[in-house]
């Protein structure tokens, strides 16, 4: 029987070969070394995972598509910009996973969220495989006609590669409801089909599932209150940190004060806010939904509770619970160690690999509670896939319903990174826990399914 030393070793000389193979891609590798550093456990208590290839099949996307996407700006000028569907593995179902319109997107960040996609699908229970997809294209400051002619184009050749039997989209950083629209719209013309299943995160009224645009930020703060749980503690009184202001910090904010607790900051590019009686949320959905404005506008209008710090770092502000629900390496050591001084008790992703491989060490080493996104924000993708269940029968679920599946959902991804972390040695220890629970159920059916 090979040891945990010697399946490290061999680990250790993959992650190289994707380092070679994948040059210039630091956001993939930095995913693959976060799931790779965790397995060896696994890998060397069950020969059959050390099966040659297995690994190797894992961590190369089945099929990567890449192509031009050119639009008109509302002066006639022509733009040109990048289209990404990274397809990375289908043995649990779909290809699943959304669509990120941002400047700072390219391969290697489409690559680094679709292989995090692939664990946190399967962590879900459900049948959806993980792919993710996007482009460079920026959506700010521009207006609903140039967004529409842009996602008409994007479509019109991302219709060939997906469907509801094959691979579907929804909405990530830049792609909400509207883009979820326009896309739909224009799969719908091209392929003369209803397909409500081809895509998630729709309208209410045309196949969308009641839940969805809240179920990110709902079920982190779940996840995050399954942590404190698990330590005899819970989020009533809890001071918060959120960064973001998207869809993902709006909920989780929503449902911190459901649960008691108080969410005193959100921020954006420009910088954060930070607020002593809490976010109010009606102010900050009417800026960032309504008018699609910064959050300066949210302290300008709130009064005396709330000041704007432009630039700075939003984890400077004391809480007792911190859930980063922005972006990728939001928080880094430094950062850590402020939160720690701080007194922290737990830190829940919201965002995809927000923290860094640095802060999630040093976060604990210092007894803190890290739930990581591949389980913590999982509950987006799990009502995904209760979308797609709906669409499937022809049917719409009440929001009560879907909030009682989302529950559970993360409740058992909770119970199960925390089991499988006890199993191999590493109690408390939610990455490991959700790096291998993922892998063990991706692993095995790649392994019955052969060698495709
Ligand atoms: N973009 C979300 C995520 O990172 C949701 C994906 C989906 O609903 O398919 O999980």
Redesign the pocket.
């Known amino acids: 029987m090979t040891t945990r030393r010697e399946t490290q070793t061999r680990l250790d000389q993959l992650l190289k070969e994707i380092e070679h193979r994948n040059p210039a891609q630091p956001e993939f590798h930095q995913a693959a070394h976060e799931v790779l550093e965790t397995l060896a456990p696994v890998v060397a208590a069950r020969p059959e995972y050390a099966e040659p290839g297995l690994i190797e099949r894992l961590v190369e996307p089945e099929r990567q598509v890449m192509f031009r996407v050119p639009w008109q700006d509302d002066q006639g000028r022509v733009h040109v910009n990048r289209g990404f569907r990274v397809e990375f593995n289908s043995a649990l179902g779909p290809y699943?996973?959304?669509l990120r319109f941002h400047p700072s997107v390219n391969l290697g960040v489409i690559k680094f969220?679709g292989f995090e996609?692939i664990f946190?699908n399967a962590l879900t229970g459900l049948g959806i495989g993980g792919g993710k997809g996007g482009s460079d294209f920026d959506p700010h400051g521009r207006s609903d006609a140039e967004v529409m002619r842009f996602c008409q184009s994007f479509m019109t050749e991302l219709y060939r590669h997906i469907g509801e039997h094959t691979d579907?989209?929804?909405?990530?950083i830049g792609v909400g409801g509207r883009e979820i629209g326009y896309l739909f719209g224009q799969y719908r013309r091209i392929t003369n089909r209803w397909e409500a299943g081809v895509l998630?995160?729709k309208g209410q009224g045309w196949g969308g599932s009641l839940i969805r645009p809240e179920a990110?930020g709902y079920g982190n703060v779940l996840f995050a209150a399954a942590m404190l749980r698990e330590r005899g503690e819970d989020l009533e009184g809890q001071t918060a940190v959120v960064s973001g202001s998207g869809n993902v910090a709006i909920y989780t904010i929503e449902k911190l004060a459901a649960l008691g607790a108080n969410a005193v900051t959100c921020s954006d590019s420009s910088g954060y806010v930070v607020d002593e009686k809490g976010i109010d949320l009606d102010l900050l959905k009417q800026i960032k939904e309504v008018e699609r404005g910064r959050v300066d506008a949210y302290a300008e209008r709130r009064g005396s509770s709330a000041r704007f710090v432009p630039g700075g770092s939003v984890w400077d502000v004391p809480a007792d619970i911190a859930l980063p629900s922005a972006t990728q390496n939001e928080l880094d050591e430094n950062d850590a160690a402020t939160l720690i001084h701080n007194g922290v008790k737990a830190v829940s992703e919201g965002a995809?690999m927000p923290a860094t491989p640095e802060a999630v060490h040093l976060l604990q080493k210092a007894g803190v509670a890290f739930g990581p996104g591949k389980a913590a924000?999982?509950g987006?993708?799990a009502v995904?896939a209760l979308e797609m269940a709906q669409n499937h029968a022809r049917t719409s679920w009440t929001a009560a319903r879907v909030e009682e599946e989302l529950t559970h959902i993360m409740n058992d991804i909770h119970t199960t990174c925390h089991e499988t972390a006890e199993r191999y040695d590493a109690p408390g220890d939610y990455v490991t826990g959700a790096n291998i629970a993922g892998f063990e159920r991706v692993a095995d059916a790649m392994l019955a399914q052969g060698v495709i």
């Open positions: 699943k996973g959304g969220l996609q946190k579907v989209p929804a909405g990530d998630t995160g990110t995809n924000n999982a987006g993708v995904s």
